[in-house]
């Protein structure tokens, strides 16, 4: 009897018993044996169920010491209806709700080993171009060629500032802390924003932009929904051969507002489509300069704001990416 409380309560017990005995006793001696006996078999009882109470709490400090090593078998077939049934069953649960925190804990730890190992690998081809840059650049004469040089380099470091500004978008989605607005604004509005930084680059590699637009207005936050849609836009001129066309159409329906961006370009293996919405992968038909997070960038974004991404493919006849704004049921 290891508790006090337990162990102070037995002595007074049994005091009791020896003092109502006796006195019972020097009444009549049969009425005393019988009071004294009772009192006997009572307190064995009770030591009987304090030792079987214990035991059967020593297994679950047991099994939890196995927890804390990392065994978290518990068998609850054995539970019969009673507090001590009820307090395994608890214990239970919340071990298996660290088990399962456990494991999420191991994966996170996995895929930010992975998440660095690759940005470390798209850092380094970029950096290790400037390197080279620079030391020719440092022998070169010829102004032409150091112009040459320095737009090599200018590029890399652009490429190495859009992949940060990037990593930090996604960094930042992943922890929670973007708060996304919900107001209101016309699809069309956005698009026209979203097309600018492009419309250079599609002339000069003639790629024709083509837009069907049934406005409407969006419920959502501009800013983060247009860095989606620019992704995508960019995705489909990375694709894009001379000569291509890309297509912007809308659909307004009762469930949701549907946007549908396609392009007529090289396509998308059939093998890379489940993956190509996961981070840093590098299709079959991956240009040079893709660095595989842009997708995955705006499935994040759109996953947040009640919003889908689905896309449809075929090599060599182009890919079509579908976004459907699901609205709010009142």
Request: hydrophobic share 40%; net charge negative; aromatic share 8%.
């Amino acid at each position: 009897m290891r508790d006090k409380q337990v162990k102070n309560f037995l002595i007074v017990m049994c005091a009791l018993a020896a003092a109502v005995s006796t006195a019972v006793f020097f009444i009549n001696t049969v009425c005393g044996a019988l009071c004294f006996a009772l009192s006997a078999v009572l307190v064995t009882a009770f030591i009987i169920n304090e030792k079987e109470r214990y035991a059967q709490i020593q297994k679950l400090n047991d099994y939890l010491s196995h927890v804390c090593s990392g065994d978290y078998s518990l068998d609850i077939t054995d539970n019969e209806e009673g507090e001590y049934s009820l307090l395994k069953n608890n214990i239970y649960k919340v071990v298996v709700m660290l088990q399962a925190s456990n494991e999420a804990l191991k994966n996170d730890k996995t895929a930010l080993a992975d998440f660095l190992a690759d940005i470390s690998h798209q850092l380094k081809t970029p950096l290790t171009s400037i390197m080279v840059m620079t030391d020719i650049i440092k022998d070169e004469l010829n102004g032409q060629r150091r112009a040459e040089f320095l737009e090599v380099v200018q590029n890399q470091l652009e490429r190495i500032k859009w992949l940060i500004a990037t990593i930090l978008k996604i960094s930042r989605l992943d922890a929670g802390t973007v708060e996304f607005s919900n107001t209101s604004f016309a699809l069309s509005d956005m698009l026209e924003e979203c097309l600018k930084p492009f419309l250079i680059t599609a002339d000069i590699k003639n790629i024709k932009i083509v837009t069907d637009i049934q406005n409407f207005n969006l419920c959502a936050d501009k800013n983060w929904t247009a860095e989606a849609v620019q992704n995508i836009i960019k995705n489909c001129l990375e694709h894009t051969g001379s000569g291509g066309e890309i297509k912007i159409e809308s659909v307004a329906s009762s469930v949701y507002n549907k946007l549908i961006i396609s392009d007529n370009g090289c396509g998308i293996a059939k093998k890379d489509l489940p993956h190509i919405f996961e981070r840093f992968y590098h299709g079959e038909n991956s240009s040079d300069d893709s660095v595989g997070i842009g997708l995955a960038l705006s499935k994040d974004i759109l996953s947040k704001q009640n919003a889908v991404i689905e896309v449809q493919s075929e090599c060599g006849k182009g890919t079509c990416f579908t976004v459907k704004f699901y609205k709010s049921v009142i």
